[in-house]
């Protein structure tokens, strides 16, 4: 399958939560705009259209979900590349963690995300949380230009 | 006026005296060798004429070995007895022929002698009486040669004055042809070569005590004793030898008697003249000499005047009989006294107990003529002592007078002592500094001071030191670093701080100095000096090494538990990323399973599914309140003051939904401001309120008390309630993690809360305590210290 854009990138090195969040998401039918990576470098390569993602049609997510602790390159890491380029710097940034670590929050948002999500325990709320950003973030908010829009 | 006697004149004097006794010996012998061997011309001048008288002849001999002997000051006392004697034996034998001659009674003394020849002899050889006149007077002479001068004319002088007379007249008349000149009436004449000897030996006799009477003045070396040096001989000489040759040439018949005068008087004048002109003239000179040297000598004396007059010394003239006759002004303002005074009493001036050695100084001065400045002193007149410098000089020619300059020392008496003190001043301060401290000679480095603190350091004393230079007290390499100092020091002139230098010293062994080095130098410039100052730094040093150490200890432990800090942050966020993940997918699966088959499921399974989603949140809880409580440990603080009251009633109504449904009594009393971190002491409260509120769930009415009871160094706040209560025997555990009293099932808990406030209090710097009684209820107590702000604030309140 040719590596289509997607509305929302989610990169995550944990099959299980990609699977809970998916299960999440899908509660507003937003599942199936996501595109997701393994790692940083693979959600790099998408940003960048590189690598497995060459070919993909251009234009850039309306929103990207990271998890920080990732394979080859963590989640910061990406977000640094991103604000550090004139193309990806708008983009909104969601940080979706199981940490709570404070210097996680601090270094996330000096580098200007837009939100930070503690992952909970209890899937209710892990389910009510990944609903509300994904339906605030995909549905409601107003992604900037050049962003790819919901299918009307 | 005195003059000295010529030194050329002296010394022809005393050889003419020697001349004078051989000569008059030797003829007299060689008459009586002439009548031994019957030799004529050795007894008299021609075989025709009167030979001398064998009696004669030995009275010549003795007188003239008499003179002999005599003349010399050196001679022993035994040989001027001998000589006195043969003197008068002449005197006797003169008299005795004298009195022969006037008494008419024959004494042939002079016959006794070689009688057969004089038998033998046309005429009998007799003594002339003017030859015993002249023995009694020559004899006499050597007799009294040492008698004090009566009137200025020794008599000794005059006897040789009256025989030398007798002896020329005699001799001139042999010369002039004139018998009556050496013959007295009828009887035998004097001989001439007795004439000749009584010459000489009268002349030597004169000289042998040339600075007497007469001869005083024809050797001194005043313009007297020239003119008599040098007109003398030419009167005596000139007259007779010009007169013999006319004689001779008016007898040969060369000229008349008148032409023979003319010529005489003509050939006297004409060197007499010159003679005279040239000793005038020789005169005058002297005389201007003597008159520029006078000028020079009242021009010094002037100066003296004017030194005395100066008063910059005081300068009296006094005597040895003790009279001041003059004082200048000085000298009577340092002694207290004015010119009425003069002339006054030295000895008035000076103490008591210094008479003896003023006898010692009188006595020095006149032995030496003059005394050394010395250090004295003298009486002022009202009694008071001053300290002076004094010097005498005896004055010439007045006996026991003296002229002393005195200079007032009270002032340098004065000044020494301040000296004195200052030195002691100084020295106490040098001898006392813990420092060492020392002094060297700029131009060869020798040691010429050195302290108490040196002596101790180089263990060494100041006698051993001093007059050393670093070569001879330190090993060659590091005299040669101090040498090298040393000289940039005197070179620049300017201080040098050297901060360590290594010494070698016996006792310590080596030792480290911090030293100064700076040169003294005098009013040019020139360093004289040079002055070190060296404090023992090696104590130190090794205090500072061990600090080091220990510092480098501190900062090894430092870094290991930086290093154990930062595995413990890696754990926990390893736990708090890593662990919560599957419980996450526990719960999730779980949920996600009850959602898919939730209506397959029967009760039993559906109950399994409850349980494994409820391990899974409790799992989560304490993981979630582990990392609070590890967080606590490791968090910044945030200081500031703090409301309680505000902090309690934030607690209170996020703790609401606990307490809907409860009937809770709360008593929350007065609450103070304390100084923490608000979010930790918010944690606290929580955590005691909840608890309070989770143990009162059994009782009907639950009743919360919460106050604080300010002390002056610390501020207790207790939360108390009427709950289940504990047993104190358990009340060890209650702060510990993981510590319950509890089971589960009856209050769900994860035994990390109470930990938490202990950790926080702690943090803070406080206590933590409970009491409680099963089934009474309990008081949890937390203790904050205050700051002095707080303290302060309470005061003003109460």
Redesign the interface.
Known sequence: MKPGLKRVLYAED?A??VE?TL?ALEQHRVANEVVVARDGVEAWDYLCCRGAYADRAKGNPALVLLD??MPKMDGLEVLRRMRADETMRSIPVVIL??????RDVIESYSLGVNAYVV??????Q?IDAVANLGLFWAVLNEPPPGSVRRAA | MHSAPEPRAVFVTSQAVRLGCVAAFGIAALALLGWQLDLAFLRGPSPGAVPMNPLTAVCLVLLGASLWVLRAPSATDGRRRVARACAMTVVAVGGLKLLSVMSGIEMPLDQVLFHGRLQEMPVPSRMAPNTALVFVLLGLGHLTLDVKAWRGWPPAQILQLASLAMAVMALIGYVYGAPAMYGVGSFIPMAANTALAFSLLSVAALFSRPDRGLFRLLLSDSPGGALARRLLPAALVIPIALEWLQLVGQRAGFYGHEIGAALSALVTIAPLVGLIWLTARDLDATDRERHRAEEALKSSLVQVKCLVDSNIVGVITGDSQGWIHEANDAYLEMTGRTRADVPFRWDATRPAEQKERDKATLSELAERGLVRPHENLVVRKDGTRVPVLVGLAALPGDEGKFVAFVVDLSSRKRAEVELDRMRAFLDSILENLPDMMFVKDARELRFVRINRAAEELLDCRREDLLGKNDYDLFPREQADFFTAKDRAVLDSGALLDIPEEPISTKGKGLRLLHTKKVPIVDGQGEPLYLLGISQDITDERQAEAKIAALHEAVRSHADQLEVANKELEAFSYSVSHDLRAPLRHVDGFADLLRRHAGSTLDEKSSRYLDLISDSAKSMGALIDDLLIFSRMGRAEMQRTTVDLAELVAGVQQSLAPDTSGRAIEWHIARLPQVHGDPAMLKLVLTNLMANAIKYTKTRPVARIEIGADPSQTETTVFVRDNGVGFDMEYSHKLFGVFQRLHHQDEFEGTGIGLANVRRIIQRHGGRTWAEGRLDEGAAFYFSLPRSGDEVATTREAA
Do not use: G, H, Y
């Not at chain 1, 963690?97 to 404070?102: A, G, I, L, Y």
């Open positions: 944990s299980k939560d809970l299960a920080l602790k963690t199981s940490s709570r670590e404070e992952k909970p325990v209890q899937f209710d892990f």
